[in-house]
């Protein structure tokens, strides 16, 4: 499969992290390397790079300015579990909850398999008009089972 620009600044900045766990980037420089415009660089940050992604994002304007790219280390997966935990909502929407499944992968705390059943029992066609909040419950209940049995790959 042909991937597109999106992907292929994602997969970049993904590079920068994985060799010093930081990666601090200038704006206009990574558009003009990709021949894109820097809004679509703003895209791929604000989507792809999220919070519930397992990243933090800090900016600094102006002549001299950045964008700084970290991902999030957590001491042991108890203290992610806590962090999660503290941070949902009593709403959840779909593409959140894809994410959150999507760190639990990253982090090797669940199989594919297991993400993917998840995911398909958890799309706003099988909750229903209530599938925000049952996420955030369903949510709450499988970080609560993962932290309570100590589950790991």
């Known amino acids: 499969m042909a991937k597109n620009t999106s992907d292929s600044i994602e997969e970049y900045i993904k590079q920068l992290l994985a060799q010093s766990g930081i990666a601090e980037i200038k704006r206009s420089n990574l558009a003009d390397a ?7 660089i703003n895209y ?26 970290a991902r999030v280390r957590f001491s042991d997966q108890h203290q992610m579990f806590d962090n999660l935990m503290a941070n949902i909502g009593e709403r959840i929407s779909e593409q959140v909850f894809t994410d959150l499944i999507q760190l639990l992968f990253d982090e090797k705390i669940i199989s594919e398999r297991e993400g993917n059943l998840i995911l398909a029992t958890a799309t706003d066609e099988v909750l229903g008009k209530d599938a925000p909040e049952i996420r955030a419950r369903m949510l709450r209940k499988i970080l609560q089972r993962l932290d309570r049995k100590g589950f790991h790959l």
């Open 34 to 40: 990709f021949q894109v415009v820097p809004s679509q």
């Open 44 to 69: 791929v940050i604000k989507t792809r790079f999220t919070e519930s992604r397992g990243y933090t994002v800090e900016s600094k304007r102006g002549g001299g300015g950045y964008i700084r790219i």
